[in-house]
């Protein structure tokens, strides 16, 4: 009897420490707008690694979950890093500039059809932009994103089983 309860007080614990490790490290976010589309869709569930942005911050086409501003209520948002701190970030003529320079976007389904004038991201923030550009709020109408706003790195596509695979795509 005691071998018994000793193999279930183990096995309890063990798995109170797999939990709390997970609940750490991974956490499974609902795409809940169209902002994303059409590389994550409403429904869609995505995998959200918060490890890897303790090790350094987001980097350029990066999809992230991340508090949105305190006005926005700091509901969780999932967009793409666009401009990194530093950086002069303007929208002209349908296409995102980076330190002048067109940024590459593959996965956009249509081009932004609004103007935004020259920024720059100051430093510990960050600029993101849904890649439904013409539908999603964004750092483009209420600012850039704080670094201690960001909660992970879109690491994975869940479900449904068909869209396996990772959002991110390298900008630089």
């Known amino acids: 009897m005691k071998l018994f309860i000793r193999d279930g007080l183990i096995t309890i614990v063990l798995a109170l420490v797999a939990f709390m ?3 750490n490290t991974a956490q499974s976010f609902i795409v809940l707008s169209a902002s994303m589309e059409p590389q994550l ?8 690694d918060k490890v890897s942005y303790h090790f350094g911050g987001p980097h350029r086409g990066d999809v992230a979950l991340f508090r949105a501003p305190p006005d926005m209520e700091g509901i969780p948002y999932i ?10 970030v303007e929208i002209k003529e349908g296409s995102v500039y980076i330190n002048g320079t067109a940024l590459p976007e593959p996965y956009l389904i249509s081009r932004p059809a609004y103007y935004m004038s020259r920024c720059i991201v100051p430093e510990g923030q960050y600029f993101v932009l849904g890649d439904n550009r013409n539908v999603s709020s964004d750092s483009h109408v209420w600012g850039t994103v704080p670094v201690d706003n960001f909660i992970g790195k879109a690491a994975l596509e869940l479900w449904p ?5 990772t959002p991110n795509y390298p900008a630089d």
Request: charged content about 25%.
């Open 161 to 165: 089983p068909s869209e396996w695979g």
């Open 21 to 23: 490790i997970v609940q």
């Open 79 to 88: 967009k793409r890093v666009i401009g990194l701190p530093g950086d002069i």
């Open 41 to 48: 869709i409403v429904g869609e569930r995505v995998l959200i």
